[in-house]
């Protein structure tokens, strides 16, 4: 029986010795569910270009979202900028998984979300594709030295886990925030839409918030932070920061009594 009505999970990128397939597998044997949405950037294709590093884990995953295809859950592809090659095949369904470019799901408390990856409110990667490229590559190298470096940390008793990238991309997100305002300008075209908020991705940056009244929801991703974002039966969103031991790290629920949710990152 399902555990939670929907799960929603963007930024797994197959293909990249980065993907956490692993602890997305133990994931996804924790939460059945009636809807699987696939919030872009699943299968990696630009990392891909330079170079395949696809494993066991990896083809488990895809399996395992196809077994769930075929026993009844509604799966829901929405392509991201790193496989944008399936844009092509808007409204076609490949083994009972729908692509789409867009979606618009309600809840079961009957709150409508948009549920687009984000790209096209990326100025860098809709206006200068050769910067997102070279950030692309430096994002990737600072995961694979974060993953020397979390050796280390075991090697010498240091508990938990610290995230170069993640240290780096809050950085960064702070000097620019003027500049690139995804969050807002997400927010702006669901308030255009008329919808009661937005479930995306695209900027690995997991969230549960308000944004100018309305509720903005990003998935995260399954490279550095390894989150998602559950719909129970009542309605209320849960984001699950997922540690690989079976348990899940503390969370932020919406519900629509909500007035104020706070962002929400892994560790």
């Not at 924790?30 to 299968?43: A, K, N, Q, T, Y």
């Not at 692509?99 to 618009?104: G, R, S």
């Not at 991705?201 to 490279?223: F, P, Q, R, S, T």
């Amino acid at each position: 029986m399902p555990n939670v009505r929907s799960v929603f999970l963007s930024d797994i990128h197959l293909g990249t010795r980065a993907c956490q397939a692993e602890r997305l597998l133990e994931f996804l044997r924790e939460h059945p569910s009636e809807h699987l949405f696939l919030v872009g950037d699943i299968v990696d294709f630009w990392s891909m270009a330079r170079g395949i590093q696809w494993s066991p884990a990896q083809n488990t995953v895809v399996q395992k979202v196809l077994r769930r295809a075929r026993h009844g859950d509604r799966v829901v592809l929405i392509p991201g900028n790193h496989d944008e090659a399936l844009r092509e095949y808007d409204g076609v369904a490949f083994g009972e998984i729908e692509v789409v470019a867009e979606y618009v799901h309600e809840t079961a408390d009957g709150r409508r979300f948009l549920l687009i990856h984000g790209d096209e409110f990326d100025q860098v990667t809709r206006y200068h594709r050769w910067v997102a490229l070279l950030g692309d590559i430096a994002y990737n190298l600072l995961v694979r030295v974060n993953g020397w470096l979390s050796w280390l940390r075991r090697q010498f008793g240091r508990p938990g886990y610290w995230s170069l990238a993640g240290y780096a991309k809050r950085k960064v997100k702070r000097a620019l925030e003027f500049i690139f305002d995804f969050e807002r300008s997400v927010i702006h075209h669901v308030r255009e839409r008329g919808l009661d908020g937005v479930i995306c991705g695209h900027i690995h940056w997991a969230a549960i918030k308000e944004v100018d009244g309305l509720v903005y929801v990003n998935c995260g991703d399954w490279v550095d932070s390894c989150t998602a974002i559950v719909e129970h039966f009542d309605g209320r969103l849960e984001l699950v920061d997922w540690d690989g031991t079976g348990r899940c790290a503390p969370v932020c629920l919406a519900g629509p009594e909500t007035e104020a949710l706070p962002e929400r990152r892994a560790a």
